[in-house]
């Protein structure tokens, strides 16, 4: 039985370059992002509009969600809708890049509505709050890696 839980988290983290040298990193995150892959659904350039199916690395056969660019300011902010395969929305994502001195802020937010996995809601207790509390920090610690991967691919200067 599965259960729906909002997924709202706020990350944030300074690298040292500028949003230039970061943006093409929010426009293609699948070096450092771990979980889903965006695969582009049609030809349509980067940018508002353009669509995508979410997939695992491994099974990118099967569509988790779907996801579409709906705003787009370049070097600063990003934002995606998210949509189940079926189309209901499921929430928002944004990247946004703030200069910080000779470095650059970027955040990560995300708010969504999402089914929590069959086998999380089957391993635990009766204790849903629980659940949703491990479910969403769990969520935001991977996000927290993540923008650490980032920067350290674009500090770094290496795209392995």
Same mark, same amino acid.
């Given at each position: ?6 997924? &709202? ?24 992002? =771990? ?8 030809? $349509?350039? *980067?940018?508002?509009?353009? !669509?995508?199916? $979410?997939?695992?690395?491994?099974? +990118? ?14 070097? !600063? ?15 928002? =994502? ?7 001195? !000779? ?6 937010? &995300?708010? *969504? ?11 635990? =207790?009766?204790? +849903? =709050?629980?659940? !949703? ?28």
């Amino acid at each position: 039985m599965s259960e729906s839980v909002d997924l &709202v988290t706020h990350n944030d983290i300074v690298v040292r370059a500028s949003a230039r040298q970061i943006w093409p990193y929010i426009v293609d995150p699948t070096k450092w992002k =771990s979980a889903v892959r965006l695969i582009a659904v049609d030809g $349509a350039p *980067c940018g508002i509009g353009r !669509r995508y199916r $979410a997939a695992m690395p491994n099974d +990118r056969d099967n569509v988790l969600f779907l996801v579409e660019d709906v705003e787009w300011f370049v070097e !600063r902010r990003r934002t995606i809708r998210l949509n189940e395969a079926e189309g209901a929305l499921i929430g928002f =994502s944004s990247w946004e890049l703030t200069p910080a001195g !000779r470095a650059t802020k970027v955040t990560y937010d &995300v708010y *969504c509505q999402l089914q929590m996995p069959d086998a999380v809601v089957s391993e635990v =207790s009766t204790d +849903r =709050s629980s659940t !949703r509390e491990d479910f969403h920090l769990a969520n935001h610690r991977r996000f927290a890696e993540e923008l650490t991967v980032l920067k350290r691919l674009v500090e770094g200067g290496t795209d392995e």
